[in-house]
């Protein structure tokens, strides 16, 4: 069975940094790329970033770019996304999913399985 499991979120400050963590299980994880989303209330679910399992090369949507880190432990079959600089537009649901390819792709269709998502909030 497909499991995507994320945690790390929680309260923080504008400013702040928080690294987010999906711990994937249930298939060959080498083979397929990874993506994060968000969703705040009231507004669709966003693309973030993404990192293709094969290449290792890194996508990211321009208002988290410079600020965002995409990372993966294929030894421990972990995704991580550092965050920095948070700012209260950053504050939102986060999801990991895993994409139908080892390429990356900014369409919410382009991945099959999603995790329960992670909760991050400012602390103000």
């Known amino acids: 069975e497909v499991q995507l499991v994320e945690s790390g979120g929680g309260l923080v400050q504008a400013g702040g940094s928080l690294r987010l963590s999906c711990a994937a299980s249930?298939?060959?994880?080498?083979?397929?790329?990874i993506g994060w989303f968000r969703q705040a209330p009231g507004k669709q679910r966003e693309w973030i970033s993404c990192?293709?399992?094969?290449?290792?090369?890194?996508f990211y949507v321009d208002s988290v770019k410079g600020r965002f880190t995409i990372s993966r432990d294929n030894a421990t079959n972990t995704v991580y996304l550092q965050m920095n600089a948070l700012k209260l537009d950053d504050m939102a649901v986060y999801y990991c999913?895993?994409?139908?390819?080892?390429?990356?792709?900014?369409?919410?269709?382009?991945?099959?399985?999603w995790g329960q998502g992670t909760q991050v909030t400012d602390s103000d």
């Open positions: 249930g298939f060959t994880f080498d083979d397929y790329a």
């Open positions: 990192m293709n399992s094969r290449s290792g090369k890194t």
């Open positions: 999913a895993r994409g139908r390819h080892f390429y990356c792709d900014d369409d919410a269709f382009s991945y099959d399985y």
